[in-house]
Structures are given as structure tokens and as C-alpha cells.
């Protein structure tokens, strides 16, 4: 089959065969195909996905992302497109609003090796939730950045899980700051983690000589030699959880020793 073109004076002609509708026909199949293909990846995924326009500042959000960033979902199809890809922008907390858009800026203008950040996103009840979004741009030709695809995920459990944590090792700093025993604290192969002031006063090492040592050094499996001094400290143990620890000087003494398991 052939097909004619014929351009209104006749002066031109262009003839368009079979092979050239395969060739159209196969490209928007792959084009379909590779849609498809983006169709499911975003569906299956758990993290949300941030499609933004940057010539046009406008923004494809999926429906896992409208979900994760707490956003009201209106549109029936598999997405929403907003008017103004700054509205993402705006709804960052006015905290972390500079220092996001600081590292989007850098990694479009190819400062910055990528662009991975944690932020607090305001949801459309007003409450706060914390997000992690990762980036991947595309530059054209000139080096201008043209597109801007972020994987966007909730966070929000694990930095209240973080603050937690950081809270009680304040608090346990602070208690063992001012217990009057000594504490230790070592790793499953022996090695010294942390050593309070209290313990630095009975052993006579300061924590920074005796991190990363081996707890042997103040509290020994056993004696190598014949010490009478081992011995008077030895015969002074009277409970099971007793032992017999060293200075950094050489003296011994009697230690109780408490080991829980963390």
C-alpha cells in the first residue's frame, strides 16, 4: 500500500509507504508499552512519585505520594497535575523551607552530587508529617535543567523513633554523669564503650585512653602471675558477682560487676 501526499500548488510531492506507518505504528506501541510499564512501577511501589515539569513548573503527583504527603486526592486518573509545582514548595514547614529548596538549587545547578533530604511537609488537616525525598533531574542539552522526578517517602515513625532515642541517651548520659559507681559499658568483643567519670576515679584511665580497649585492662578473666596483692583482694570477695579489677597503676581491688545484657 502506498499512500500520496499532495501539498495544495502541486509544486511539492511526498510519498509515505507502508514501512514508514510500521515504523510510526512500532513507535507509539513502545510508547504505550514504556507508559504502561511507568504505570506500574508507580502503582507498586511504596513510595510516592513527584513528577515535575520544569519549563512548564508544573508537577504530576501519584496517588501514593498524595497519600504519603497528606493530600486531599480530586482527580480520577492516576494522578493530579497542579497549576504551580511551587505549591509543593509552600507546603513545607517554614523551618526546613530554605535549607530544601538550598539543595534543590544545588543539584540542578550541578553543585551537588544529588539531592536526598528530610523535611516536614504540612498535610491538608494542618498537621505535620516528615518526609524523605530523593531526586533525579534531567538536563537538556544546554545544561538547563528541564525535569525533576523525586521519590517521596513517610519518615515520620522513624524520626520519632530517633528523637526517642536521642532523648534517653541524653538522660542516661546525665544519670551516669553523677552515679557514684563506676559504670562500663563494652561491645560483644570485649572492647570498652564508654567509661563514666565515676569509674575513671576508681581505674584511674580517663575515657578517651581506655575507649576501644579491651575490658580485660581493668577487670581480668584472670591473674598471669603469682601476686600476693591479687591474692588479699581476691580473699575479699564474699558474692558470686564479685571479681577482682586493676588500676592503670597495678593495684588490685574487689569489684562487683553487673553485666545486663542491651
Not at 61 to 69: E, L, Y
Request: proline fraction near 3%; hydrophobic fraction near 40%.
Amino acid at each position: 500500500t502506498t499512500l500520496t501526499a499532495v501539498y495544495s500548488r502541486g509544486t511539492r510531492r511526498r510519498r509515505a509507504g507502508g514501512r514508514d506507518v510500521e515504523e510510526r505504528d512500532a513507535r507509539e506501541r513502545a510508547l504505550r508499552e514504556s507508559e504502561e510499564r511507568y504505570r506500574l512501577v508507580v502503582q507498586a511501589t511504596q513510595e510516592g512519585i513527584w513528577d515535575m515539569d520544569l519549563r512548564t513548573n508544573t508537577a504530576y503527583v501519584s496517588r501514593q505520594a498524595q497519600r504519603i504527603a497528606g493530600v486531599a486526592v480530586v482527580s480520577e486518573g492516576e494522578g493530579e497535575v497542579l497549576g504551580d509545582a511551587g505549591a509543593l514548595l509552600a507546603a513545607i514547614h517554614p523551618d526546613d523551607r530554605a535549607r530544601v529548596r538550598g539543595l534543590a538549587e544545588a543539584y540542578l545547578a550541578r553543585s551537588a552530587q544529588g539531592f536526598d533530604c528530610a523535611y516536614r511537609n504540612r498535610t491538608s488537616t494542618g498537621a505535620y508529617r516528615w518526609l524523605r525525598a530523593r531526586g533525579s533531574a534531567v538536563w537538556d542539552e544546554d545544561g538547563v535543567p528541564i525535569r525533576l522526578t523525586i521519590c517521596v517517602s513517610d519518615v515520620t515513625q522513624r524520626r520519632i523513633a530517633e528523637s526517642i532515642l536521642r532523648d534517653t541517651v541524653s538522660r542516661l548520659g546525665a544519670v551516669l554523669e553523677h552515679v557514684a559507681e563506676g559504670i562500663v559499658t563494652f561491645a560483644a568483643n570485649g572492647q570498652v564503650r564508654s567509661f563514666n567519670p565515676a569509674a575513671e576515679r576508681i581505674f584511674g584511665w580517663t575515657q578517651e585512653e581506655i575507649l576501644d580497649q579491651p575490658i580485660t585492662c581493668v577487670v581480668p578473666v584472670q591473674r598471669s602471675t603469682s601476686d600476693e596483692a591479687w591474692d588479699r583482694a581476691y580473699a575479699r570477695l564474699q558474692a558470686p558477682n564479685e571479681a577482682v579489677g586493676v588500676r592503670r597503676t597495678g593495684d588490685w581491688l574487689p569489684v562487683e560487676i553487673a553485666v545486663p545484657r542491651l
